[in-house]
């Protein structure tokens, strides 16, 4: 067939899947396969779209991509969050341009997400993918490549090279060296799976060391697993009832100018324009940042605000309260981890109220901080 490159049969393929991805298939069978035309299962449809978009017949890879296009974010998300994911379509999902937020980091953290995937979007990602690939550690410690590529992309930040030179000095003990950049082809899918560690191994039974002082939230913060302010309690409040008469752009007025009651009301507030209000309040504390960011009755907006304040997320405890908040997008908690102390990763590893996404990312980052380091050994000149 030429350009689209099959992958080893499976168990989960549909016997048709192969016979149209066979150097001898008809292009009538092909041209069905790309309209969307073929029984098979939507999965395995999309996948041969995927490779069929480099057919040597201009009409079957036209109708693949076209067919491609009218695929539903939502669908191709949702492909993603299916541990056996075709490869070469988690590779067109992490580069197509469409992926986001969440979306962006199930194909970045995917087990089966391939190297030439992650080699891409170190080398022409945005800020966001480059954020998501650096803490990506497993991936990094298995292919020391990404480093250099990572460190050669032009928009990789200050704050980024200062974390990757921690991460190469501090958990892949070494210093960082000059690595040869392999060049990335933009449009070719990666067609094979990397092998990685299996995250739903059990965790290493030996207790923890005792963290450093640095990992610790400062003395006298709060859980962020409790609710802070009682609904309930608040609720039966004199402020509460004065607020229940108020219209929207009154509360909105409140949220900016009210006191700390008030504020933990209406920071739950059905109106985001209400809630969002709150954060701008002059007179808003740390401390209740940190309440905010542990809450679970909250809009996730308000978590996403306060997720991308870089003043407010400075603080561990704030940190640490977004990633154990259930409510808090995926996408977001793992950009946190890597800033976790080794207990807490341990917890967030095992708390099965926090998205599976970011507990897979959790235990991966606590093994390999709780693995003893590698000897290295330099050459006699």
């Known amino acids: 067939m030429g350009a689209a490159e099959p992958l080893p049969a499976t168990p989960r393929r549909h016997p048709l899947f192969e016979r149209v991805l066979q150097t001898n298939a008809p292009e009538a069978l092909r041209l069905g396969a790309a309209r969307g035309a073929l029984p098979l299962p939507l999965h395995d449809l999309v996948a041969l779209q995927v490779r069929l978009q480099r057919d040597p017949s201009k009409a079957v890879a036209t109708a693949a991509v076209e067919s491609l296009g009218r695929l539903p974010d939502e669908s191709l998300i949702a492909f993603l969050s299916d541990p056996g994911c075709d490869v070469a379509l988690i590779d067109f999902a992490a580069r197509s341009g469409r992926l986001k937020g969440e979306g962006l980091a199930a194909a970045i953290f995917h087990p089966a997400v391939g190297d030439t995937t992650l080699e891409a979007l170190a080398t022409e990602g945005d800020a966001e993918a480059l954020g998501l690939v650096l803490i990506n550690e497993m991936r990094l410690i298995r292919n ?10 032009p928009r ?45 191994e059990a ?23 409790q609710e802070y302010f009682d609904e309930e309690a608040l609720q039966k409040t004199d402020a509460y009832q004065k607020i229940q008469r108020l219209n929207v752009a009154e509360r909105n007025l409140l949220a900016m100018k009210g006191n700390a009651e008030e504020r933990a009301i209406l920071v739950r507030d059905t109106a985001r324009v209400v809630s969002h209000a709150v954060l701008k309040n002059p007179r808003l504390s740390e401390t209740e940042i940190v309440r905010f960011a542990g809450m679970r009755s909250i809009h996730e907006d308000v978590l996403r605000a306060i997720a991308s304040n870089r003043e407010w997320t400075k603080g ?50 606590f093994i390999v901080r709780t693995q003893p380091p590698k000897k290295t050994f330099k050459k006699a000149h």
Do not use: H, W
């Open 203 to 225: 965790l290493p039974a030996d207790p923890l060391p005792p963290p450093n002082d640095a990992e610790l939230p400062p003395e006298g913060a709060a859980d962020p697993n």
């Open 144 to 153: 020391t490549r990404l480093l250099a590529i990572l460190r050669a992309n």
């Open 316 to 365: 561990y405890p704030v940190a640490l309260a977004l990633v154990r908040n259930p409510k808090t997008p995926a996408g977001l908690s793992v950009q946190f981890l890597a800033r976790l102390g080794t207990r807490d990763l341990k917890i967030c590893a095992g708390d099965k109220n926090i998205p599976e996404m970011v507990r897979r990312q959790a235990r991966n980052l």
């Open 156 to 200: 990789f930040t200050g704050e980024q090279r200062r974390r990757l030179a921690e991460l190469e000095r501090e958990v892949i003990g070494r210093e960082p060296r000059l690595v040869a950049v392999p060049k990335v082809v933009p449009d070719a899918p990666a067609v094979e799976a990397s092998a990685v560690p299996d995250a739903t």
